[in-house]
T-cell receptor, first 114, second 112 residues
Framework: NAGVMQNPRHLVRRRGQEARLRCSPMKGHSHVYWYRQLPEEGLKFMVY????????ESGMPKERFSAEFPKEGPSILRIQQVVRGDSAAYFCASSPQSGDYGYTFGSGTRLTVV | GENVEQHPSTLSVQEGDSAVIKCTYS??????FPWYKQELGKGPQLIIDIRSNVGEKKDQRIAVTLNKTAKHFSLHITETQPEDSAVYFC???????????FGAGTTVTVRA
């Protein structure tokens, strides 16, 4: 039973480029959460999605960031026109139902903006 | 929103000794407190959690205590081993809330 799969593991982008981070939840999990971890800090909530719906994006920056979880395929976190301050580790977690405390985190995507 | 503070930021212990990490939270409505272990290059892994209806929970060498009145909770690792070396995060959440608020983490190093 594969866990939460994130790819790529490492991503390097030049300033101004786009970054696309993918997350496939655990089998049977229909709820996906994205968190960002800045260097030497804890994880910060970004967005909560169910299939084809954004439930809560209160932690997402208003500009350049977007997320989706289509009916088919992985959840995508998209960062347009990346800046150096976007460099961080981005973690995806999934759960079988909302409010279920059984979060399972993926191994993360480490984004470096040069 | 919820604010979780975690201390210390780094902790070095001799193998076999105990390690204690403390967290405080600000929102009295929080009632779920998980602890995560993050090894280098990996995602956080849940190691133990506690809900507000209990004051203590133990699982082999790890235990968590909760003081709701003082709004603080602690992780205790006994008989530490080199494989316990990692970054540990505490977190807090409210009932029916899917958002976890994390502390800044404690880097634990177990010296052989």
């Amino acid at each position: 039973n594969a866990g939460v799969m994130q790819n790529p593991r490492h991503l390097v982008r030049r300033r101004g480029q786009e970054a696309r981070l993918r997350c496939s939840p655990m089998k049977g999990h229909s709820h996906v959460y994205w968190y960002r971890q800045l260097p030497e800090e804890g994880l910060k909530f970004m967005v909560y999605l169910q299939k084809e719906n954004i439930i809560d994006e209160s932690g997402m920056p208003k500009e350049r960031f977007s997320a989706e979880f289509p009916k088919e395929g992985p959840s995508i976190l998209r960062i347009q026109q990346v800046v150096r301050g976007d460099s961080a580790a981005y973690f995806c977690a999934s759960s079988p139902q909302s409010g279920d405390y059984g979060y399972t985190f993926g191994s993360g995507t480490r984004l470096t903006v040069v | 929103g919820e604010n979780v503070e975690q201390h210390p930021s780094t902790l070095s212990v001799q193998e076999g000794d105990s390690a204690v990490i403390k967290c405080t939270y600000s929102d009295s409505a929080s009632n779920y407190f998980p602890w995560y272990k993050q090894e280098l290059g990996k995602g956080p892994q849940l190691i133990i959690d506690i809900r507000s209806n209990v004051g203590e929970k133990k699982d082999q060498r790890i235990a968590v205590t909760l003081n709701k009145t003082a709004k603080h909770f602690s992780l205790h690792i006994t008989e530490t081993q080199p494989e316990d070396s990692a970054v540990y995060f505490c977190a807090a959440s409210k009932v029916n809330d899917y958002k976890l608020s994390f502390g800044a983490g404690t880097t634990v190093t177990v010296r052989a």
